[in-house]
């Protein structure tokens, strides 16, 4: 075990009897939503998974240490504090080294679930290819090319171009596999053109693929597409129309890099009245509980 890496004892325990874990990733805590509803989303998501049987993971770095399972005081730190740091692969080692309280992202999370022996994760959306020509790229993509963890999730983040970030999974190796669906969710909504790369019908035929995709000698992860329950989608229309004002209202302030995603989503937050932060709450939710679900189908196999 990596000496960087801290599980709790739950967790520890659990993996130990090889019973089902699902991570948990900390930026949509410290940069997605704004304090105490994230604190509130953090709790009610880990007890999504926890009503299905499943030990959750949230995982930060705290300490000079890679965490993979909080308890409720980390949870609060990461979730209250100011100036939590947005970790991605290239700042682990800086972070750790100063011993720098850091929510980590998506590709961070995928790492140390892997590390931890952990297969499935749930999040809301996924970074990918930004729109237009900056040729800002998320890291996401680089682990889901190299690290063979499956990421239950809701699409890639609306704010993105979703086009070419397919064709990105495409290009690594990155299956899509749509849960209940043959198009991609489109993280608020549930999607209307892009075709996923495979349909499951339930957490068992999910998993399947998923244990046949890494039984083959496959290293890549695999991303898990679950649209947003059609009672929480939030109005194409409107989420659009944020999405264009706060792109440009990110150019016109010189918002780049790691700070766009975090910009942008509290953007279409303020626009659209707070009905984008309930659909990002209730997707969470979903995609946590297809997670566990999931998890429990991998841990039977």
Same mark, same amino acid.
């Given at each position: 075990?990596?000496?960087?890496?801290?599980?709790?004892?739950?967790?520890?325990?659990? !993996?130990?009897?090889?019973?089902?874990?699902?991570? !948990?990733?900390?930026?949509?805590?410290?940069?997605?939503?704004?304090?105490?509803?994230?604190?509130?989303?953090? $709790? $009610?998501?880990?007890?999504?998974?926890?009503?299905?049987?499943?030990?959750?993971?949230?995982?930060?770095?705290?300490?000079?240490?890679?965490?993979? *399972?909080?308890?409720?005081?980390?949870?609060?730190?990461?979730?209250?504090?100011?100036?939590?740091?947005?970790?991605?692969?290239?700042?682990?080692?800086?972070?750790?080294?100063?011993?720098?309280?850091?929510?980590?992202?998506?590709?961070?999370?995928?790492?140390?679930?892997?590390?931890?022996?952990?297969?499935?994760?749930?999040?809301?959306?996924?970074?990918?290819?930004?729109?237009?020509?900056?040729?800002?790229?998320?890291?996401? !993509?680089?682990?889901?090319?190299?690290?063979?963890?499956?990421?239950?999730?809701?699409?890639?983040?609306?704010?993105?171009?979703?086009?070419?970030?397919?064709?990105?999974?495409?290009?690594?190796?990155?299956?899509?596999?749509?849960?209940?669906?043959?198009?991609?969710?489109? /993280?608020?909504?549930?999607?209307?053109?892009?075709?996923?790369?495979?349909?499951?019908?339930?957490?068992?035929?999910?998993?399947?693929?998923?244990?046949?995709?890494?039984?083959?000698?496959?290293?890549? *992860?695999?991303?898990?597409?679950?649209?947003?329950?059609?009672?929480?989608?939030?109005?194409?229309?409107?989420?659009?129309?944020?999405?264009?004002?706060? !792109?440009?209202?990110?150019? $016109?302030?010189?918002?780049?890099?790691?700070?766009?995603?975090? /910009?942008?989503?509290?953007?279409?937050?303020?626009?659209?009245?707070?009905?984008?932060?309930?659909?990002?709450?209730?997707?969470?939710?979903?995609?946590?509980?297809?997670?566990?679900?999931?998890?429990?189908?991998?841990?039977?196999?």
């Amino acid at each position: 075990m990596n000496e960087m890496l801290v599980l709790n004892e739950e967790v520890a325990e659990t !993996l130990a009897d090889g019973a089902a874990v699902v991570a !948990l990733e900390s930026t949509i805590i410290a940069h997605g939503m704004p304090f105490p509803r994230n604190v509130e989303t953090a $709790r $009610r998501v880990e007890g999504v998974i926890r009503d299905l049987g499943v030990i959750p993971a949230t995982v930060a770095v705290i300490d000079g240490r890679i965490r993979v *399972g909080l308890d409720d005081t980390q949870l609060e730190r990461i979730g209250s504090e100011p100036d939590v740091a947005k970790l991605s692969l290239r700042d682990l080692g800086w972070a750790l080294a100063g011993s720098v309280l850091g929510a980590t992202t998506v590709a961070t999370t995928m790492h140390a679930a892997h590390q931890a022996g952990i297969e499935v994760f749930a999040t809301g959306g996924l970074g990918g290819v930004h729109r237009g020509d900056s040729g800002d790229v998320s890291a996401d !993509l680089t682990a889901l090319g190299s690290i063979p963890v499956a990421v239950v999730c809701a699409g890639v983040k609306a704010i993105l171009d979703i086009p070419k970030t397919l064709e990105a999974f495409e290009t690594r190796g990155v299956p899509v596999i749509g849960f209940e669906t043959a198009l991609f969710p489109e /993280f608020y909504t549930r999607g209307t053109s892009h075709p996923v790369t495979a349909s499951a019908s339930d957490p068992v035929a999910a998993a399947a693929i998923l244990r046949a995709h890494w039984s083959s000698g496959i290293k890549t *992860g695999a991303v898990v597409a679950v649209p947003i329950p059609a009672e929480h989608e939030a109005d194409v229309e409107a989420i659009s129309e944020a999405i264009e004002a706060g !792109l440009y209202a990110a150019e $016109r302030q010189q918002i780049t890099g790691k700070d766009v995603s975090p /910009f942008l989503l509290a953007f279409v937050a303020q626009h659209t009245g707070g009905d984008s932060l309930d659909a990002n709450i209730e997707l969470v939710a979903n995609n946590a509980s297809v997670a566990a679900s999931i998890a429990m189908a991998l841990h039977s196999m």
